[in-house]
């Protein structure tokens, strides 16, 4: 037993320094996790470094600023300062590209693992269903379920979140076609455990990494699709501080303040950046292929 | 995808309105309900729903006060000549970019191609195209140089001076054939922003494609043999590895045509491009359901007629690929 564990450890951290060394040897991946982890921790710090008020002091006296020394990225057309409006922003962008990315997730692995395990005419309903997703151009169906919805922000996460699952039921679903035809899961039913405990607790453990890579490689997507169809309207009042909304304030004033958007713009453009570069990094970890 | 437009517009939203006009009198929507079959169960409802959308009853919109297809129909043309301008910049630049880096592997063409690439699909498009405007329109003209319109689809005066016959609805390629020189240039003047902001998003991915099976075509052995002939390297790269090494590339070529069309609402509005996108970006604002539903119809049948090309294209450059 004592052994066992120890092999166990050692390959554990073999994997680790693995891991470890594939992220150093690339630094375009290194520097995009850091960024993400900067991104994340901006998202969960951001009230505490730039006081919350900072989004609803308006200050007419203090419109239009260019950038200077005391506003770092200038002032906007409430006399804001764009610098902790968008420290503040960053939170709410980054928790909706989280909860739709989870929530898309969460429901995805579910229908897939059920889907390919039972098979059947459940199977193939789902996957008539998710060839209908596939029909529409991500962006569009949001579109038109948003509009459907109405606007507010959470049925623009919602609507985003229809639109994430059928990817990940995709591949959740492929992967279990093959595990299910293992021996562990035969003995798991001849020991007469329920069809939904062998699913829950394992088969999803076993299938689930495939599903996960996608799931970090679509963080930049979503930010997009979610920060653009604010920029169309759909989500967040006016004072409400959030990035896509911030550029369609600064629209009107594009050739009189070009700050207002370059500064928002450019930090949708890093956070995308930072959270596609980790998921090319976490891909190639995981990547059975990579290694010898 | 008609399934999902009908439980979005029929299930969701209250149907009646979809085919009420600004003239529907109270005393009429029984009558409506009863042609358009709305108090019945579901599965009729569908099949009512379908025969409505191939008859070409695709419901009224309230806002344009007209039929949703005649409306989209007339904006179809300017999101397509969109789309097509956008589809050259991606091959014109993607595909020789891609080519470069593969046959310059790991040197600096091949990082800068990359880079490209990796900001390409991290760039919100919207902001994007405002960047552009910014720099391309206004800046240039502060600077004296000659600069870009920054929005729309040509020159309103021009166009009164010399207006252009509809053959197509392609205003770069009716204005080309009937002689009408100067409008072409505004019109072409007036799409190259736009269609540089749409296509860059893939521009970055057809350049990694086209690299990735570049490079797999030059490891094989018959580029070998073509070598050790004594062909020159433009020869054997651009005839003999280059027809292998497109079909992955149109593969992904089609998927792109799909974030093409997905990124035309944003584009448009941006630029102020009177296309079906833009249409459907207003009728947000309005409320107007069915012709959201009726652009991302429009939508889903391109997408679908896109990738039966792609298949086509297929059996084209592999002659093994039979049908």
């Known amino acids: ?292 | 995808m008609t399934f999902i437009t009908f439980v979005l517009s029929q299930v969701l939203l209250d149907p009646v309105s979809l085919y009420m006009t600004e003239r529907t009198r109270e005393a009429d929507i029984p009558l409506l309900i009863a042609h358009y079959h709305l108090n019945d169960p579901w599965p009729i409802r569908y099949v009512v729903y379908l025969r409505s959308l191939l008859t070409g009853d695709w419901g009224y919109s309230r806002s344009l006060s007209q039929p949703v297809l005649g409306a989209l129909m007339g904006r179809f043309p300017a999101t397509v000549e969109l789309a097509i301008a956008a589809g050259l910049w991606i091959v014109a630049l993607g595909i020789p970019l891609g080519i470069i880096s593969a046959v310059r592997n790991n040197r600096l063409p091949d990082h800068v191609s990359r880079l490209i690439a990796l900001i390409g699909v991290s760039t919100p498009v919207f902001w994007l195209g405002l960047l552009l405007q910014l720099v391309f329109f206004y800046f240039f003209q502060q600077w004296g140089l000659p600069y870009l319109p920054s929005g729309g689809r040509y020159d309103v005066t021009l166009m009164l001076q010399h207006p252009v016959t509809n053959i197509t609805g392609l205003l770069v390629f009716d204005s080309l054939v009937t002689g009408n020189f100067i409008m072409a240039q505004d019109a072409l003047a007036h799409l190259i922003l736009p269609s540089f902001a749409l296509g860059f998003v893939d521009l970055g991915v057809i350049m990694r494609i086209m690299r990735s099976s570049m490079l797999e075509v030059l490891r094989q052995d018959y580029v070998t043999l073509a070598r050790s002939k004594g062909l020159p390297e433009r020869v054997v790269i651009l005839r003999h590895a280059l027809k292998n090494a497109m079909i992955p590339t149109v593969t992904v070529g089609g998927i792109a045509v799909a974030t093409l069309l997905a990124g035309a609402p944003l584009t448009e509005t941006v630029f102020a491009w009177p296309g079906m996108g833009r249409l459907a970006v207003a009728a947000i604002g309005t409320n107007d359901a069915p012709l959201i539903m009726g652009f991302t119809l429009i939508t889903s049948l391109m997408l679908v007629l896109v990738n039966l090309t792609v298949d086509i294209l297929y059996a084209f450059l592999d002659p093994r690929i039979k049908y």
Do not use: C
Request: charged content about 15%.
């Open chain 1, 1 to 292: 037993m004592m052994t066992k564990r120890r092999s166990s450890w050692s390959a554990f951290t073999a994997e680790l320094k693995f891991a470890g060394h594939l992220l150093t040897q690339n630094k375009l991946v290194l520097a995009g996790t850091i960024m993400a982890v900067a991104v994340l921790l901006l998202a969960m710090l951001g009230p505490i470094i730039v006081s919350p008020s900072a989004a609803t002091n308006i200050d007419t006296s203090q419109r239009l600023i260019p950038p200077s020394f005391q506003h770092w990225f200038g002032t906007d057309d409430y006399g804001r300062d764009l610098f902790k409006v968008i420290i503040l922003s960053i939170r709410l962008d980054v928790s909706a590209m989280l909860e739709i990315v989870l929530a898309g997730l969460f429901i995805g692995s579910l229908l897939g693992a059920f889907s390919g395990f039972i098979g059947g005419k459940l199977d193939e309903g789902l996957m008539r269903i998710t060839d209908i997703f596939f029909s529409i151009p991500s962006m569009i169906l949001a579109l038109a379920v948003a509009a459907a919805l109405g606007t507010g922000i959470n049925n623009l996460i919602l609507a985003i979140v229809v639109v994430q699952w059928p990817g990940y039921t995709r591949i959740l679903r492929g992967q279990v076609l093959a595990e299910k035809e293992r021996l562990y899961v035969d003995a798991l039913r001849a020991l007469k455990i329920r069809r939904f405990r062998i699913i829950i607790w394992h088969i999803i453990p076993n299938t689930i990494y495939p599903v996960l890579v996608q799931a970090t490689l679509d963080f930049g997507q979503v930010i997009l699709t979610f920060a653009g169809l604010s920029f169309l309207g759909f989500g967040v009042s006016a004072l409400v501080p959030e990035l896509g909304r911030l550029i369609t304030a600064g629209e009107l004033y594009i050739f009189q303040a070009p700050w207002l958007i370059a500064f928002p713009g450019l930090t949708i453009l890093g956070i995308s950046l930072a959270f596609n570069l980790m998921g090319d990094g976490i891909r190639d970890i995981l990547d059975p292929r990579l290694r010898r």
